[in-house]
């Protein structure tokens, strides 16, 4: 890879090292010390998830506009700050300003990490954007671990070193990315692709699949907030749930050349890919809703963990192979913010569901979204096969 390359690789990693020593306990610090239910807990995740995505869409206009370097800096700068007033005042309602800001200033940051990412290393193709994806797992697996263990000794140290590897971040940004040439006048962003779409069927076909794909993120954004606070409940230790993290993205990591030779048998099916991955992610829920330990708990982690790696990849596939050429930007626009769409929902949903009716009425009803995703995977390209069909068999006449 290129040295620019490594330069954003590092960055990523320390980046959502940074953040992932917040994320994953920020529903149990909202609930446990914070004193608010998993409802308001669930509502302070979405408004972080929604502030999110205005700042990808900022970010990505800004790259576009002033280049890459300047982007980040910025978006760098707006997350410190956050993260500097949170080490100092993190109350109610202090909490909540703070992470919303922490949220925008980081989903400025991502577009352009990626879009750098494509413009230094062209010829590596996917390459280069499976080499941020694994920094992220890195930064995950290693921010999990470390923040678990933090927060055993105090809350406050979190946010104190969540601040401190972000202003590492800052620079190794100033120091490594002003010399990276990132700015494209043929790079675009999903606000300024506003042509129309004129193979509408592709559209609907990728709007079917993304209502399942909402529907998994549902799920998955469980084990970050609902199950968070239930692990703490049966007395499971911040850092053994921090652990937890750390196997994901370890497992992420670690465990693609697995993953490839269990796909390999049905590589080129990709829907089969994701109703696989799908069943998994039912198989892992069905785990940890009858676990009482931490083992049970990690287990259904481990079998989580396969089930994402097979369904995630997949999805983007799909969008890239469904959308028109000089639209592959918004479809995969459309796939993101269906994911941020999934972070946003999800918490609230859970917690209501477990403040009203408990954990076991979440797990049936996960189960059950789960269902109607594979159902949706289904059908999504049945209407595209059809009109294939008929185009054959009009060809087959003409001919």
């Known amino acids: 890879m290129p040295r620019a390359l490594w330069l954003l690789v590092i960055g990523m990693a320390v980046n959502v090292t940074g953040s992932s020593f917040l994320w994953p306990l920020n529903t149990i610090y909202i609930h446990e010390h914070l004193g608010k239910s998993l409802s308001v807990a669930g509502v302070v995740l979405m408004l972080n998830s929604a502030a999110t995505v205005i700042g990808n869409l900022i970010g990505g206009t800004l790259f576009d506009k002033m280049g890459g370097y300047r982007s980040i800096i910025m978006g760098i700068v707006i997350t410190l700050l956050s993260l500097a007033g949170l080490t100092i005042w993190h109350g109610w309602p202090q909490y909540i300003v703070f992470l919303t800001i922490i949220g925008f200033g980081s989903g400025i940051v991502f577009p352009s990490m990626y879009a750098m990412a494509g413009s230094v290393w062209k010829e590596g193709g996917r390459k280069a954007f499976n080499s941020i994806y694994v920094a992220q797992n890195l930064g995950v697996a290693v921010g999990a671990a470390l923040g678990g263990l933090v927060a055993s000794y105090s809350f406050q140290l979190i946010f104190f070193a969540n601040a401190v590897l972000y202003f590492i971040f800052l620079l190794i940004a100033v120091f490594g990315y002003r010399a990276i040439e990132s700015f494209s006048p043929t790079q675009t962003t999903n606000l300024q692709e506003n042509g129309a779409v004129k193979n509408r069927d592709k559209l609907y076909a990728l709007l079917i699949l993304c209502g399942g794909y909402l529907l998994c993120w549902v799920g998955y954004v469980q084990w970050q907030s609902t199950i968070s606070a239930y692990t703490r409940e049966l007395d499971i230790p911040l850092s ?23 796909v390999k048998p049905f590589e080129k099916n990709i829907k089969a890919q994701i109703t696989i991955g799908i069943l998994i992610f039912i198989g892992s829920f069905m785990v940890a809703a009858g676990a009482g330990e931490f083992s049970g708990f990690m287990t259904a982690m481990v079998i989580m963990t396969i089930g994402e790696m097979l369904v995630w990849p997949a999805v983007p596939t799909i969008a890239d192979a469904l959308a028109p050429k000089g639209r592959e930007g918004f ?25 009203v009716y408990g954990m076991a009425a979440l797990f049936a009803v996960l189960t059950v979204l789960f269902f109607i995703a594979i159902f949706t995977t289904a059908i999504y390209d049945r209407k595209l096969k059809a009109k294939e069909k008929l185009q054959g068999q009009f060809s087959e006449a003409t001919y």
């Open 331 to 355: 479809y995969q626009g459309i796939v993101n913010s269906t994911a941020t769409g999934g972070r946003m929902i999800g918490p609230l949903l859970g917690g209501i569901l477990v403040d």
């Open 240 to 262: 053994q749930y921090s652990l937890l993290w750390t196997v994901n993205g370890a497992l992420i990591v670690l465990g693609q050349p697995l993953v490839n030779r269990l």
